[in-house]
């Protein structure tokens, strides 16, 4: 449906829990984020069938992290059910793919972004309190080999963390079709303080050789030269992408958010057919022009932390 900027908001990111099992220094802040109810898969599920009648075509399911949700499986499978949704992919740490890869696929999930910030086994530890490498890259092949592809690898791009991987990591683009993304650091858990903060032009300056190649969402795609695959630059601070924002978020608590990096939220708890889709339809209708100032000056107005929201 349209918002009042002539938007087409199409795409409903759904975080379907905010429990995660790793601790992203950059998402979750550092006592942990205050526990509050999930919503069930029928509520979910509900709310997502509304928004299709409403002309949602694409959901995305994240998190906290989604695949530590026992019911994620039938969850995606009735999410794929669903008249008028194209699209169903996934975000995810990976560490559960081994698993749940092919499960996932055939219940209808089309594709999955995996988070992989650094391919240095001790930085992965420390930037994820604790995780596995190890773990991550055998979800990575697990979601391959499933064929939830394209692949979209998320490297959050930190100064002085992993500034200096910004080859390497594009290196992973040029053998296989997939897309590996740098997104800037968005001020959220006040664990990092403006030097953290590299605007993506470093990843062109780190890398003159990228080639122009499009747009996909809401990354700028490039290509090193002969490779299957693409590099993607998010660029939430430096270029914002609000005037093609086509998204509306529900939080794992059943609150829809109209913009990631602003506080107002609409509750749907309790809500159901013509009432439900009525809030669904204020929440578009509510949506900003774009978000409040955002930067390490300005910390996010997202109002809650970014494993509630899902990122
Ligand atoms: N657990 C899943 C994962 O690790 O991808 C899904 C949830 S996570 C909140 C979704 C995305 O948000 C990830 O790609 C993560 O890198 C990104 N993200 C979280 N906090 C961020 C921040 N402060 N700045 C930029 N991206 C962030």
Redesign the pocket.
Known sequence: MKDQFGRDIHYLRISVTDR?NLR?R??TPPGGSDRRGVLSLEEIVETAREAAALGFRKIRV?????LTRRDIVPLCRALSAIPGVEELAL???GVLLPQLAAELKSAGVSRV?I?LDTLDPEKYRYITGGGSLEEALAGIRAAWEAGLTPLKL?A?LIGGFNDGEIAALAALSEHAPAEVRF?E??P?TGLFGPEAYLPNRAVLERLPLLEAAGTGGTARQYRLPGAAGTVGLISPLSCSFCGGCNRLRLTADGFLKPCLHWEAEYSIQGLHGEALREKIREAVLQKPARHGALSFQDRSHAGRD??QI??
């Not at 994240?62 to 989604?66: S, V």
Request: with cysteine; glycine share 16%.
């Open positions: 995660c992203c950059y998402c994240t998190g906290g992290e989604p975000t995810t740490n972004n988070s998320n959050v997104i650091l968005m959220m970014m494993n899902g990122g």
